[in-house]
């Protein structure tokens, strides 16, 4: 029986008050339960604001959308993983599709991050997926495996095997296009496959998440699928009420 895990990404949304106010909302419908992980990517500036509401639900966790790869230093503007770590953060994701598209994070970058990430003890959640283009020329197990080799590269078997990775089709981030439950089941064998020659080991504890366009309708149906171990939220985890339901699912 899988304890599926849901991983909310708030993007750049939810200020301080909002976010008080939407945890206020969403803890009044998620009670405490040990048989699912829930954890948030609150956007940087509202992280305290989200510390302060969970004080007393260590059962959710907390974390960081991005980090720099260096440990400190003069970098304005940026954050790094040790600064997450003691901020309260338990996760960072790493290489999601707006790094890599809008802001043009690259492969090498990824497994920086990812190195980073492990030397502060932070998971990094690693995201990976093809672009629709990539999609069309039959590219899409070439290009995510391509994503999560470079990723891991930086870090040992061992380290590799406490990452999560959330697959998250490019196309269907934010589209409201969503992979079919057989479509993302299939990548995800794919990527399940390609994590146990990587890491050497028969079976690997990695959890899988899917992403793109989950919502209240298609979440049950994604989850149930075949090495689908959980979902990375955007858009549907802004309103409280929406995602206690989907946390729920
Ligand atoms: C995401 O930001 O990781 C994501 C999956 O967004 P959305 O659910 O809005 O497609």
Not at 1 to 7: D, R, S, V
Not at 117 to 126: D, F, H, S
Not at 171 to 200: C, F, M, N, Y
Not at 220 to 238: F, K
Request: glycine fraction near 10%; include cysteine; hydrophobic fraction near 45%.
């Amino acid at each position: 029986m899988k304890q599926p895990i849901f991983a909310a990404n708030w993007k750049m949304n939810h200020a301080p008050a909002d976010a008080t106010a939407f945890m206020r909302a969403f803890l009044a419908h998620f009670g405490k339960r040990q048989d699912r992980g829930v954890i948030f990517f609150p956007p940087a500036l509202s992280f305290g604001a989200v510390v302060g509401a969970l004080k007393d639900r260590p059962d959710i966790q907390l974390g960081v959308q991005n980090i720099y790869w260096e440990d400190k230093g003069a970098f304005t503007g940026e954050n790094s993983a040790t600064i997450a770590r003691a901020s309260g953060a338990k996760y960072v994701l790493v290489g999601h599709s707006e790094r890599r598209h809008v802001f043009g994070e690259t492969e090498e970058e990824t497994g920086k991050k990812v190195a980073a990430a492990t030397r502060a003890g932070l998971t990094p959640i690693v995201c990976v997926g093809e672009t629709l283009a990539q999609r069309e020329a039959g590219e899409t197990e070439m290009v995510v495996l391509r994503q999560l080799r470079a990723a891991l590269s930086t870090v040992s078997s061992n380290d590799a095997g406490n990452a999560v990775i959330a697959y998250e089709p490019v196309w269907a981030i934010g589209t409201g296009k969503t992979a079919t439950p057989a479509d993302a089941s299939t990548v995800h064998q794919a990527i399940g496959a390609e994590l146990r020659r990587l890491l050497d080991s028969g079976s690997t504890a990695v959890p899988i998440l899917y992403g793109g366009s989950v919502n209240r309708g298609n979440a049950a149906d994604l989850l149930a699928a075949p090495e689908v171990d959980g979902l990375l939220v955007g858009g549907a985890s802004l309103d409280a009420e929406g995602w206690a339901s989907i946390v729920l699912t």
